[in-house]
């Protein structure tokens, strides 16, 4: 079946960790994103990627990174200095930066 | 003033009953109209979408967008227990290089049996 799996479904993040999130798909799209989800504000672009090795922040990048090193695979990675991080984050792909795009079923972070 | 507004609800309607949601939005630059449905604690899912004015219709889901009043609808006919859900609008411009798709904060729709 062809889709974006994200894992872990919810992860844990201690003060002063780093954490990464896993976002896979198999539909062959250029590009991916990932978004942040809060409560009341809707979806936040945090970082993009149009092509392999290439990608730019969004709009609320500061305290995370990205790689994008195969086309399939677009990890994020919440680093400590991400002040508030709990959030559900959604990682998402499309064939190209102006079609439609599709979800993956998200990862709830929660700091401990 | 946000780019996409639309109202939080939640909307709370019977089995049956035609809902219709709503966004409006202030950037002209919109071309490309989407509507995502989302369940609690998933990921959004593509509902429908359509390219500049008009209406486009899928089984129960009708996609209306008015550019000239900056103003897209999507009405739901029979609505079912299993529609509850929160109910996303999202917008893209078509102009050249990057353009980013913007997000309504989601609209919770209740159906009742």
């Known amino acids: 079946d062809g889709g974006i799996t994200q894992s872990p479904k919810y992860l844990f993040r201690k003060e002063g960790q780093n954490v990464t999130l896993s976002c896979e798909q198999n539909?062959?799209?250029?590009?991916m994103y990932w978004y942040r989800q809060d409560p009341g504000q809707g979806l936040r672009l945090i970082y993009y990627?149009?092509?392999?090795?290439?990608?730019q922040k969004g709009d609320i990048a500061e305290g995370y990174s990205v790689s994008r090193e195969k086309k399939e695979s677009f990890p994020l990675t919440v680093t400590s200095a991400q002040k508030n991080p709990t959030a559900f984050y959604l990682c998402?792909?499309?064939?190209?930066?102006?079609?439609?795009?599709?979800f993956g079923p998200g990862t709830r972070l929660l700091v401990l | 003033q946000k780019e996409v507004e639309q109202d939080p609800g939640p909307l709370s309607v019977p089995e049956g009953a035609i809902v219709s949601l709503n966004c409006t939005y202030s950037?002209?630059?919109?071309?490309?109209f989407m509507w995502y449905r989302q369940y609690s604690r998933k990921g959004p899912e593509l509902l429908m979408y359509?390219?500049?004015?008009g209406n486009k219709e899928d089984g129960r889901f009708t996609a209306q967008v008015d550019k000239s009043s900056k103003y897209i609808s999507l009405f739901i006919r029979d609505s079912q227990p299993s529609d509850s859900a929160t109910y996303l609008c999202?917008?893209?411009?078509?102009?050249?290089?990057?353009?980013?798709?913007?997000f309504g904060t989601g609209t919770r729709l209740l159906v009742s049996p």
């Open positions: 998402a792909s499309s064939i190209t930066e102006q079609e439609t795009q599709y």
């Open positions: 539909l062959n799209h250029d590009a």
């Open positions: 990627s149009q092509i392999v090795n290439d990608f």
């Open positions: 950037n002209s630059a919109f071309q490309y």
């Open positions: 359509t390219y500049s004015s």
């Open positions: 999202a917008m893209i411009g078509m102009n050249t290089g990057f353009q980013k798709l913007v």
